[in-house]
Nanobody
Framework: DVQLQASGGGLVQPGGSLRLSCVAS????????MSWARQAPGNGLERVSD????????RYADSVKGRFTVSRDNAKNTLYLEMNNLKPEDTAVYYC??????????????RGQGTLVTVSS
């Protein structure tokens, strides 16, 4: 079974930093693009970042560009999201998703349970 286990969320003050992790199992991790998405209360799911299977390519939503960095360690089957200069509008449940191929697209097929990030003073 494909499993995606996200962790690392918490309460942080504006301007602070957090690193999210997502441990994957049940498939060959390096063969698939991975993504982070978030859902704020009352909002739909927003794609935050994508990374190709080998980690060479990445893209970011305009709302997080320059503040968030996605990475992966294929030896550890783990996806990361480094979040800096956090803002209250970054408050959301963050999910990791598996893409359907090595290179990212709009298509994903699995989503893990989320981890809550709250940015507040």
């Amino acid at each position: 079974d494909v499993q995606l286990q996200a962790s690392g969320g918490g309460l942080v003050q504006p301007g602070g930093s957090l690193r999210l992790s997502c441990v994957a199992s049940g498939f060959t991790f390096s063969n698939y693009a991975m993504s982070w998405a978030r859902q704020a209360p009352g909002n739909g799911l927003e794609r935050v970042s994508d990374i190709s299977g080998g980690g060479q390519l990445a893209r970011y939503a305009d709302s997080v560009k320059g503040r968030f960095t996605v990475s992966r360690d294929n030896a550890k089957n783990t996806l990361y999201l480094e979040m800096n200069n956090l803002k209250p509008e970054d408050t959301a449940v963050y999910y990791c998703l598996r893409g359907r191929a090595y290179y990212y697209s709009t298509l994903t097929d699995y989503r893990g349970q989320g981890t809550l990030v709250t940015v507040s003073s």
